[in-house]
């Protein structure tokens, strides 16, 4: 079984801000790792894609990828994690911590070019496959 690497949203933007497609690029490492994203990564990739193509595109790449949930446990989970970072001063948005969470829950890595996965005990975040 291929490690499973949860996609972050940060990874999809910023290639399509560069012009390159995000799908592509993965599609080189698609043999070694299983991909995934999660509803968050989803819902905040397509809000931002203007071009109904490359939102129609997404949409259909999206729906041919893992998609990991969370159960109760999971969500309060995220509450708990919510609540001790912002204690340690540590205030990362809530969508960061459902993702570092999920990720945390399925045994994944996270794909990301997001710092605030760092503060996210536990968590591996790497920015490339490489």
Known sequence: ????????????????????????????????????????????????????NVRDHYIEAFSLTRLLH???????????????????????PLTDIIIGVTALEHGATVLTFDQHYQKIPGLTALADLE
């Open 70 to 92: 969370l159960n109760s446990a999971g969500w309060q989970r995220v509450a708990n994690l919510a609540w001790e970072l912002d204690r340690r001063g540590y205030v990362i």
């Open 1 to 52: 079984m291929n490690p499973l690497v949860l996609v972050d949203s940060s990874f999809f933007i910023t290639h399509q801000r560069n012009k390159l497609d995000p799908f592509e690029l993965l599609k080189d490492f698609e043999l070694d790792y299983e991909f995934a994203i999660n509803g968050v990564i989803w819902s905040e990739v397509l809000r931002g894609r203007s071009d109904p």
